[in-house]
């Protein structure tokens, strides 16, 4: 079992920047492949970015490649998520999840966070 907390949502200007934070519990953190998706009103959920176990693969939807990074402190079980130069289509809420792989997929996820909500104003 992995239970994902995040954090670090909120108000942002567009072209500002925020970083979302995903906290996991469990011993195993390292043999989880880790992802960000987000869910925007009226929308079906979608995948943004994941990260393999030792974090040297990342792979990130065409919409956000160059403005946002992903990154993992195995240490910390922590995930981390910076956003850069934010748009208005941004605004969703974001949510962690991971799955028991040393891929790095874009689906399949088994665990998943309770999601933090980003708006960002134009």
């Known amino acids: 079992q992995v239970q994902l907390v995040e954090s670090g949502g909120g108000l942002v200007q567009a072209g500002g920047s925020l970083r979302l934070s995903c906290s996991a519990s469990?011993?195993?953190?390292?043999?989880?492949?880790m992802g960000w998706f987000r869910q925007a009103p009226g929308k079906e959920r979608e995948f943004v970015t994941a990260?393999?176990?030792?974090?040297?693969?990342?792979d990130y939807a065409d919409s956000v490649k160059g403005r946002f990074t992903i990154s993992r402190d195995n240490a910390k079980n922590t995930v981390y998520l910076q956003m850069n130069n934010l748009k208005p289509e941004d605004t969703a809420v974001y949510y962690c999840?991971?799955?028991?792989?040393?891929?790095?997929?874009?689906?399949?996820?088994?665990?998943w966070g309770q999601g933090t909500q980003v708006t960002v104003s134009s």
């Open positions: 999840a991971a799955r028991q792989t040393y891929m790095t997929p874009r689906g399949g996820y088994n665990y």
């Open positions: 469990g011993r195993t953190f390292t043999s989880y492949a």
């Open positions: 990260i393999n176990w030792r974090g040297g693969n990342t």
